[in-house]
């Protein structure tokens, strides 16, 4: 489905980016893995099963992003594809969040959103490529979330580019549009569980007993669950559609 499609995934080391990775390469899409962490890229692309690539990638610095998207188009080909994944978050309460928090929460989660879309743009742009773009939103980009102040502004401003850039591009026949996955078991879920457990004075297990009963589907999400409609915003069926931000949840959040 993805045969002649290069995609460049961010965040692709760990939980959803990987889950992303393997499925389009399962696809036959050629992938370039892209981490903070090396030694993870390189991980998920050892076990994607098509030809794929891996790159260290910090989605905060422009310059990074543009040799490393240009050391792309050089060795592996034009790009079609962008899913721009990575993220971080932390938990407090209003009163104990700091500046660094707040301000990590935006550097990776918007701005690095800003900055690898921006890049895209600029190449699908010079080149005549109908380039699809897909951004990690979040359940907490539609509805606030206690403890997580600072993710959740971070990410509502994420659907906030997804729909603007999606409108500016529109005319060049490329479509942008956002996940927003809910509840999912990946590392970040893990170290969430772990805060939340602590500042709410709970054991780790009523915490995940809670995501499960505000989840009509009745069970944690996997990666896959959000890897599955990356894929579909990034395919063929979905080209009619553009701006959206679609919720991956099992019904947690439903508008
Ligand atoms: N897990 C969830 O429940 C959940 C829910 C909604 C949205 N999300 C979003 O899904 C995306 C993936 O989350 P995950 O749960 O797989 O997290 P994860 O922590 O398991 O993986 C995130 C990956 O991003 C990488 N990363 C962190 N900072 C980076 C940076 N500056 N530049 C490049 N890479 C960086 C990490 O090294 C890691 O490999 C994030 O945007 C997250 O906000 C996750």
Partial sequence: MFKNKIVIVTGGGNGIGKSISKKFSELNATVCVTDLN???AKKTASECKNKSYYFKLDVTKKNEIKKIFSK??????????LVSNAGVSSMNKIEDLTEDEWDHNFNVNTKGVFLTNQEAIVHFKKNNIEGRIVN??????KVGAPLLSHYSASKFAVIGFTQSAARETAKFGIRINAVCPGFVKTSMQEREIE??????????????????????LGRLEEP???AKVVLFLAGSSSDFMTGQA???TGGVYMT
């Fill in 38 to 40: 090396l030694d993870d």
């Fill in 72 to 81: 792309i188009n050089a060795i592996v080909g034009n790009y079609n594809i």
């Fill in 136 to 141: 990690t939103a979040s359940l907490a980009a």
């Fill in 195 to 216: 805060w939340e457990s602590k500042i709410r004075s709970m054991t780790k297990n009523e915490v995940i007993d809670e995501y499960i009963s505000q989840t009509p």
């Fill in 224 to 226: 896959d669950d959000v």
């Fill in 246 to 248: 679609i919720n991956v």
